[in-house]
């Protein structure tokens, strides 16, 4: 029985103690959290580079023999580089610019439809676009866009007879315009991907050939009507230097 009433005197001890124990002890420190990463932004200027596919559909006419050459089309590939700027604002929405110069190997061949033997070539060298794009970002690092401006290509015009005696050759810098859509992707804070569908047109231009030929006669200059346009698919990769 006194054990008892020992036990029981020590723990009313220690329950009475305890409260003034606990207050001597170092508080705990709160936990620590690291801080959220940061919103991506499409704020900026990047530069980059691009790869393609084109489909180009050329009308031709002569404008001397009031007559049609028709239609042809021909595929080829397209590529080079871009550079250009953003900025977002109002939350999701981005506004930029965009230059771009393309090397491209877009080759046709037309047969004229009243003289077999005799075929009219078109060569696009290179396209050049000047744009402007509105974009959204729906989610995290993603953008969706569409676009719009100027466009320029350069065009190489041949006509080959082998049974003739004549052949003739010609160049020209046309400008057009181009409207497209795509989206970009950055899976890196300054690396971006983007894949994109342009088309563009390109009025009908006058361009004249010149002609050599064994005859003088037959190595005079003559002009034909073309008009152009193209269809596009690029993929490409952007560089971005954030503010």
Known sequence: MKKLAAIAVTFAALVATSPAMAADLPAKAPPVYAPPPPAYTWTGCYIGGNLGVGKQDTAIFDPQLQQSGGTSNGIGLIGGGQVGCDYQFS?????GVRGMF?????KQSEPWPTFSEETLGINTNWIATALGRVGYSPGPN????VKGGAAW????YTDDCPTCSY???GSATILGWDVGAGFEYAFLPNLSAFAELDYM????TATTLTYTASTPELASPYTYDYTHDILAILVGVNWRFHP
């Open 142 to 145: 993603l953008l969706l866009y």
């Open 167 to 169: 052949a003739g050759n």
């Open 102 to 106: 393309d090397g491209a190997a877009i």
């Open 153 to 156: 290509k350069h065009v190489s």
């Open 91 to 95: 939350g999701n929405w981005v506004v």
């Open 201 to 204: 047109g390109f009025p009908s």
